[in-house]
Structures are given as C-alpha cells and as structure tokens.
C-alpha cells in the first residue's frame, strides 16, 4: 500500500481517539517534509525524528484546541499511486472555502495551495486537509 496513503490513515485514526503523540514507521523525507509543513501551519504540535538508518521514526504529537476538539477535522489523499493528480498554478482551488489547505509537491518543494499560487508553482497535489 501507498505510505503516504499510511501516514494520513494513522494520523485521521489517532485524531478520532484523541491520542497525544504518535509514531510514524518507516522514515521517508517525503513524509517529514509533509509533517514539517503541517507543523509551520498550526495544525500539528510537534514532529521529531528519532533512530538511525533503518530503524528511524517520526514521532508526531497532535494538535487540540481547549474544548478537546482535534486541529485536523481529516485529511484526504487526492494523489493516488494509480492515478497522480496535477495541477498548475491557476489551477488551485481553495479547500473547504478557505478554511483547508492541500499540500503541493512542486520543483520548488513542498507547499501549501496558497504558497503555490503565490509562487507561481503547480505540482502533484499529495492532500487536502481541514
């Protein structure tokens, strides 16, 4: 199965039991800079690497606001191994009306839609989130 595809299923399944940190194995940079991203957005506490080589893992401590209410409502997989999805820069819509964002693999680097379309940079869109 895909590991990004992975990643987000952990993430949505620890949201919805309120879980305060998470691991996240086998190591990729993709899935770090994914992470590294949703970090400088708010929506994740903390992420950490932690191991060498083989046995490195990301260590992700989730977001929640007072009431108990998790930051990520859920994120989608919009690019699938099957069948990628790209878009240019004027291509990219808002998520949720402005209150989500997706995340965008660009030549650039990583990037939220609205980064992109600043930048000028379209790409594979990886997922939404809100």
Same mark, same amino acid.
């Given at each position: 199965?895909?590991?990004?595809?992975?990643?987000?299923?952990?993430?949505?399944?620890?949201?919805?039991?309120?879980? +305060?940190?998470?691991? $996240?194995?086998?190591?990729?940079?993709?899935? @770090? &800079?994914?992470?590294?991203? #949703? !970090?400088?957005?708010?929506?994740?506490?903390?992420?950490?690497?932690?191991?060498?080589?083989?046995?490195?893992?990301?260590?992700?401590?989730?977001?929640?606001?007072?009431?108990?209410?998790?930051?990520?409502? +859920?994120?989608?997989? $919009?690019?699938?191994?099957?069948?990628?999805? @790209? &878009?240019?820069?004027?291509? #990219? !819509?808002?998520?949720?009306?402005?209150?989500?964002?997706?995340?965008?693999?660009?030549?650039?680097?990583?990037?939220?839609?609205?980064?992109?379309?600043?930048?000028?940079?379209?790409?594979?869109?990886?997922?939404?989130?809100?």
């Amino acid at each position: 199965m895909d590991p990004i595809a992975d990643m987000i299923t952990i993430i949505n399944n620890a949201q919805a039991v309120h879980k +305060k940190q998470i691991s $996240i194995y086998p190591y990729s940079d993709f899935k @770090y &800079s994914i992470l590294e991203l #949703l !970090k400088k957005e708010g929506l994740i506490e903390n992420v950490d690497r932690k191991g060498r080589l083989s046995k490195r893992k990301i260590f992700i401590d989730l977001k929640y606001d007072v009431e108990g209410n998790p930051a990520i409502s +859920k994120i989608r997989k $919009i690019s699938k191994q099957g069948q990628r999805i @790209y &878009s240019t820069a004027y291509e #990219l !819509k808002p998520v949720k009306s402005g209150h989500g964002l997706s995340i965008i693999s660009t030549s650039k680097g990583m990037m939220t839609n609205k980064e992109a379309r600043k930048n000028k940079a379209g790409g594979e869109i990886i997922c939404e989130i809100w």
